[in-house]
C-alpha cells in the first residue's frame, strides 16, 4: 500500500510542477508538432488557463486520494488492544472443540494458525514461538500478543469416554 500511496504523491507532484510551467511553451514543445500550420490552430489563454487549472485540480485531488489511502492503511493496523480481541476470540474458538473422539479438536498448528485468520480477517500475522506458544503481531510487526494452546490428550481405560482430551488457552500481552 506504502508504494501506491508514493506513487499517488509522485503524480501529484508531476501534475503540480506541469501546472506552474508555461502552458504556451508546453504547447509548442509537445503538441504543435502535430499541425501543419501550428500558428492556426494554438489555443487560446482561456485553454491554456483551463489546462493549468485542471492540473493543479488534478493534483489536489490526488493529493486527496493519498490522504484516503494513508487512512485506510492506517485503519488495517491493528492496535494492541484490537491483537489481544483477535487472539481471545480465536482461543474462544480452539477451546469450543468437541472434548472426546479419536484425537483431539486441535490436531495440528494450521487449527491454530486457521483460528486467527478467521478472527483477524487477515489482519494479524501468527508466528510460532515455540512449542505450544504462538505469538500474534499487527500488520506491521508491532504489539505482540502471545497466545499459548496446550492440548491435553489422556487415555483413561476406566472412565465412559477411554480417549478424551482437554484444550487450554491463554492470552498474555507481550512477546512470547
Given at each position: 500500500?506504502?508504494a501506491?500511496i508514493?506513487?499517488?504523491l509522485?503524480?501529484?507532484?508531476?501534475?503540480?510542477?506541469?501546472?506552474?510551467?508555461?502552458?504556451?511553451?508546453?504547447?509548442w514543445?509537445n503538441?504543435?508538432?502535430?499541425y501543419?500550420n501550428?500558428?492556426a490552430?494554438?489555443?487560446?489563454?482561456?485553454?491554456?488557463?483551463?489546462?493549468?487549472?485542471?492540473?493543479?485540480a488534478g493534483?489536489?485531488?490526488?493529493?486527496?486520494t493519498?490522504?484516503?489511502?494513508?487512512?485506510?492503511?492506517?485503519?488495517r493496523?491493528?492496535?494492541?488492544?484490537?491483537?489481544?480481541?483477535?487472539a481471545?476470540?480465536?482461543a474462544?474458538?480452539?477451546?469450543?472443540?468437541p472434548?472426546?473422539?479419536?484425537?483431539?479438536?486441535?490436531?495440528?498448528?494450521?487449527d491454530?494458525?486457521?483460528?486467527?485468520?478467521?478472527a483477524?480477517?487477515?489482519?494479524?500475522?501468527?508466528?510460532?514461538?515455540?512449542?505450544d506458544?504462538?505469538?500474534?503481531?499487527?500488520?506491521?510487526?508491532?504489539n505482540p500478543?502471545c497466545?499459548?494452546?496446550?492440548?491435553?490428550n489422556?487415555l483413561?481405560?476406566?472412565g465412559?469416554?477411554?480417549?478424551?482430551h482437554?484444550?487450554?488457552t491463554s492470552?498474555?500481552?507481550?512477546?512470547?
Amino acid at each position: 500500500m506504502t508504494a501506491l500511496i508514493v506513487f499517488v504523491l509522485l503524480t501529484a507532484v508531476v501534475l503540480f510542477v506541469l501546472g506552474c510551467m508555461d502552458q504556451r511553451t508546453l504547447y509548442w514543445k509537445n503538441r504543435a508538432w502535430q499541425y501543419r500550420n501550428p500558428e492556426a490552430v494554438e489555443p487560446s489563454g482561456a485553454a491554456f488557463a483551463a489546462a493549468r487549472a485542471g492540473s493543479f485540480a488534478g493534483a489536489v485531488a490526488l493529493l486527496i486520494t493519498a490522504g484516503v489511502l494513508y487512512g485506510a492503511d492506517n485503519a488495517r493496523t491493528y492496535s494492541t488492544a484490537q491483537v489481544d480481541s483477535v487472539a481471545s476470540a480465536a482461543a474462544s474458538r480452539l477451546d469450543e472443540g468437541p472434548s472426546s473422539g479419536l484425537g483431539s479438536s486441535v490436531g495440528t498448528t494450521s487449527d491454530v494458525y486457521d483460528a486467527v485468520n478467521d478472527a483477524g480477517h487477515g489482519n494479524v500475522h501468527i508466528r510460532s514461538a515455540g512449542g505450544d506458544k504462538y505469538e500474534l503481531t499487527n500488520r506491521k510487526g508491532k504489539n505482540p500478543v502471545c497466545l499459548t494452546v496446550t492440548v491435553d490428550n489422556a487415555l483413561d481405560l476406566g472412565g465412559g469416554e477411554p480417549w478424551s482430551h482437554s484444550v487450554s488457552t491463554s492470552v498474555h500481552d507481550g512477546p512470547c
